[in-house]
Nanobody
Framework: QVQLVESGGGLVQAGGSLRLSCTAS????????MGWYRQAPGKQRELVAS???????KYADFAKSRFTISGDKVKNTLYLQMDDLDFDDTGLYYC?????????WGQGTQVTVSR
């Protein structure tokens, strides 16, 4: 059973940083793509950043220059380094992995940025 477990969320002041982690387990195969999504209250879930096994990365416009996605294949862990956070970054952050025709989600980790 494939599981994605996020951690690292919390309360931070505007301008601060957080590092999210997502540990994958239960799969003998590498994901085709992994990414971070977020959902703010009353808004739809949106892509933050994604990464391919070859290291290619894609960022949403709001994440460019402030967020960095990375992965550690040995630890089966995906990271999201978030710097210069602002109030609009508040939301529930989800880890996502696609393996063949299957899509997996973590339970989410809350990020709250105070003004």
């Amino acid at each position: 059973q494939v599981q994605l477990v996020e951690s690292g969320g919390g309360l931070v002041q505007a301008g601060g940083s957080l590092r999210l982690s997502c540990t994958a387990s239960g799969s003998r195969f590498s994901f085709n793509i992994m990414g971070w999504y977020r959902q703010a209250p009353g808004k739809q879930r949106e892509l933050v950043a994604s990464i391919l096994p070859d290291g290619s990365k894609k960022y949403a416009d709001f994440a460019k220059s402030r967020f960095t996605i990375s992965g550690d294949k040995v630890k089966n862990t995906l990271y999201l380094q978030m710097d210069d956070l602002d109030f609009d970054d508040t939301g529930l952050y989800y880890c996502n992995g696609i393996l063949g025709s299957w899509t997996f989600w973590g339970q989410g980790t809350q990020v709250t940025v105070s003004r």
